[in-house]
């Protein structure tokens, strides 16, 4: 199994990515978070990786601690109101992570229900629908968000292009 994943990330490159995210679908994608945000006070923030470096893979790691580190990488910790929320793809994987700062929801957000946001761009993915699956997970993440208010809005701080890694 280790071998055979190391070999699907050392396959799965930046060419991959272009393909399955456009500059179409990357505008799609921009648009979405712009309009999700316009719905809540939290900030998204989306990002594509095609694989884990060998290093990576054979320490193990996993896309949730990779998740983690680009969440961190990214800044998407450093929101005023502590408001950010990280949907992170790792498509050698098809791996959907999803990371929210402390000041979302004041921690009531259930991990079932940011995982259920996950499936719903996993499934998506698995069919090859990659602008449908991500602005789908996008509006699921939107939704969590509105039901569960991640305090005041304070503009929008981080990109909504999404981050090409």
């Known amino acids: 199994m280790r071998l055979l994943r190391a070999i699907r990330h050392l396959c ?3 060419l991959m990515v272009r393909r399955r995210f456009d500059r179409q679908t990357l505008a799609a994608i921009e648009e979405a978070v712009r309009r999700a945000e316009s719905l809540h ?4 923030r989306f990002a594509v990786e095609p694989g884990l470096p060998l290093s990576a893979l054979w320490r193990g790691q996993t896309p949730r601690e990779r998740a983690i580190e680009v969440f961190s990488e990214l800044r998407v910790w450093d929101t ?3 408001n950010g929320v990280l949907i992170y793809l790792l498509l050698a994987d098809r791996d959907v992570e999803i990371v929210a700062d402390r000041g979302v929801a004041g921690g009531v957000v259930s991990a079932a229900q940011w995982e259920a946001c996950c499936q719903v761009m ?3 993915f698995r069919t090859g629908a990659f602008r449908e699956g991500a602005i789908a997970g996008i509006e699921a993440v939107a939704a ?3 039901r ?3 305090g005041r809005a304070a503009g929008n701080e981080l990109p ?4 090409l890694l």
């Open 12 to 14: 799965t490159g930046s």
């Open 80 to 82: 005023e109101h502590n």
């Open 160 to 163: 909504d292009a999404p981050a």
């Open 122 to 124: 996993e499934s998506r």
């Open 148 to 150: 569960h208010p991640p």
């Open 144 to 146: 969590v968000l509105a």
């Open 41 to 44: 006070a939290g900030q998204i």
